[in-house]
Structures are given as structure tokens and as C-alpha cells.
């Protein structure tokens, strides 16, 4: 495999019907590859959307992955990108979340070292928590980390798993920021901001933004390292196809910035006067809230992705203006 050319490889991507996966698919679509299969959770929701633009061989429902895996039904991968999981920070079940994002993915791994594919999985800026033991990839580190939510331990919980069972020396673990882009319109309150502003701005003409409770922040002036998906799913291929990356990643752009600069930066996109309200955060996340996230990644860079990141400013224009206005998702015929 070449970061550019995926064509003769077999690739296995869970979540391939959700914003990150399906982001993927586009991606490998593009660079040739097309022997592709998806496994997701369909239910009731509109995920099915973002697969119908996309090329793949065959899909999977996720319950009847590993039995068919494990049965030789499926038979071999070169590349396993794992990014199915509950990627929801409020979810309170503790035991789906082990359960779904752990043992799930524990187990994956398990095979697909024993079959000698490639895994890339997803693991998550969730796992860093406040911030104050630093967001520096060493896997080294892994036991300063505390997470502020039941979603970034069950992270977390795989990474010291990996660790522990000298996995990380073979795999690939990404630890992706905040994330925006097209096809993430089913993720409901997980959406980004860039999405929810834009319903806002449309229907009512102002963004709202939550209030800080912290005094060394202003309202408004929390710092988030916001990725543009495009980027993100070149970073992930790059590591996919470079053999030596192994262990733990950043995936963000290297770059705190604040909820205003994204906001203007969706006004901008809309040709419209900046209108921001700031409204008290909700009591049950405020003690769980990320003020600061900026991803360290000399690791990335010394792995060789030397593309440059996509400002913050130009990347919401290209979604605002390609997807969002027109309502369409990723779509390897037409880009």
C-alpha cells in the first residue's frame, strides 16, 4: 500500500457508514481503492446516505463482524481501519461503552494481528481529559492521563490495553481532535459546532456559544484544535500505508482556536453579520468540559505527513459552501 494508491488492497472499515468511516471510504475511493468492506450499525437514523455515493465490495452489520471474521467467512484483509464505536461524551451506560468501544475493539485487534492485517483504530483527544497532564502522544505517559468522561476511558481503557499486551509496537492508534466536515449530519448533538451553527444561522440568524466558568477564559474564548476531515482522513491513510508508524498518534491540526474564530469563520462562509449569544452550559457537562485541546504532532511529522493543514477559515468555507448549503455528502465521482 502507498498513502496514494489503495488498488490492490482488501480493507476492512467499521463505522464506514458514519461521519469519520464513510469519510474513508470517499478517501480510498480516490486513491484507487475499492475492495472494500463496510461494517457499521444502520438502524433508524440517515447514516445509509452517506454509503449510497460510495464504492465498496460488501457490508457488514457490526453484530455479525467478529463471528464472521472469526470464522474465516470473510476471509482475508490487508488493512483493518477501525472507527466504529459510541462516540457520544454524554453516554452514561458504562457497560455499552466497554462493551461497544473496549472489548469490541480488543478483540479486532486481536485478530487482525493473528491474520497479519494492518490495524489502524481510533482512539480519541477524549482520552487527554483537562488537558493539565499535557496531549503529548508518548505512550509513556498513558498512565498520567485522566479522562473526563465515560467515552474517553473507554479510549483510553484500549490504549493501556495495547500497551500492556505489546501491541502498540504493531498497530496504529489515532487520537483524534475535533473533528468537522461533510457526512456528520446523523451524529444529532454530536455534530459539530460548524453544523449546528448553520441550522442556527439560518433559521434565526445568530450562533450560540456556551458561557466559560473558568476565569482565565472569556466567554467564547475556549480553545479547541479543530480538524477539518479531509485532512484528517489523509493524515490516517498516510500512517495506514507507512509500516514503521506504529503506536499512538494526533490527528488535529496543531493549532488551538477559539469557538469565535469558528464562528465568524461559518458567518464568513455565509456572507452574513456576525450575531453571537452566549447561554449557560449545561450543569451536566461542566465539570466534564475540554477548555484547551491542541495536538502535538512531531510524532505525525517524524512519521513523514508533510502536507500542510487546512486553516480553519478556508476548510469551513469549502464545507459550508461544497456540502453543507447544497445538502450533499462525499462523493468520489464528483471530487
Known amino acids: 500500500m502507498k498513502p496514494n494508491d489503495f488498488s490492490d488492497a482488501r480493507i476492512l472499515v467499521t463505522g464506514g457508514a458514519g461521519f469519520i468511516g464513510s469519510a474513508l471510504v470517499w478517501a480510498l475511493n480516490r486513491r484507487g481503492g475499492d475492495n472494500i468492506v463496510v461494517s457499521d450499525i444502520l438502524g433508524s437514523d440517515e447514516k445509509w446516505r452517506n454509503l449510497a455515493p460510495l464504492r465498496f465490495a460488501d457490508y457488514v452489520e457490526a453484530a ?48 487482525s494481528l493473528a491474520n497479519k492485517a494492518r490495524f489502524v483504530y481510533a482512539s480519541s483527544a477524549a482520552t487527554y481529559g483537562d488537558g493539565s497532564a499535557g496531549m503529548d502522544d508518548d505512550d509513556t505517559l498513558l498512565d498520567t492521563l485522566r479522562p473526563l468522561n465515560m ?68 466567554d467564547g474564548e475556549q480553545k479547541r484544535d479543530f480538524l477539518y476531515v479531509k485532512d484528517c482522513v489523509a493524515m490516517t491513510l498516510h500512517l495506514a500505508a507507512t509500516p514503521r508508524a506504529n503506536g499512538l498518534f494526533n490527528i488535529g491540526s496543531g493549532h488551538a482556536r477559539t469557538w469565535i474564530d469558528l464562528s465568524h469563520a461559518v458567518f464568513t462562509a455565509l456572507k452574513k453579520k456576525p450575531v453571537i449569544k452566549f447561554i449557560e452550559m449545561p450543569e451536566v457537562i461542566r465539570d466534564k468540559y475540554q477548555y484547551f485541546t491542541q495536538a502535538n504532532l512531531l510524532r505525525l511529522r517524524g512519521a513523514g505527513y508533510a502536507a500542510p493543514v487546512t486553516s480553519l477559515e478556508n476548510a469551513v468555507h469549502d464545507y459550508v459552501r461544497k456540502y453543507l448549503v447544497p445538502d450533499k455528502r462525499l462523493d468520489p465521482a464528483v471530487e
Not at 444529532?188 to 459546532?193: F, H, K, T, V
Open 64 to 111: 455479525d463482524l467478529l463471528p464472521r471474521l472469526q470464522s474465516g467467512a470473510l476471509g482475508k484483509f490487508d488493512l483493518v481501519l477501525h472507527l466504529g464505536a459510541c462516540s457520544a461524551t454524554t453516554e452514561k451506560n458504562a457497560t455499552y461503552l466497554i462493551k461497544n468501544n473496549y472489548e469490541f475493539t480488543r478483540d479486532l485487534a486481536a485478530w
Open 151 to 218: 467515552y474517553g476511558y473507554s479510549k483510553h481503557l484500549f490504549d493501556l490495553h495495547a500497551r500492556r499486551a505489546g501491541f502498540l509496537n504493531k498497530i496504529c492508534g489515532l487520537k483524534y481532535f475535533n473533528v468537522y466536515g461533510p457526512n456528520e449530519d446523523h451524529k444529532g448533538e454530536m455534530r459539530s459546532l460548524v453544523h449546528k451553527s448553520f441550522a442556527q444561522v439560518h433559521k434565526e440568524g445568530v450562533i450560540r456559544l456556551f458561557k466559560s466558568y473558568r476565569k482565565e477564559y472569556q
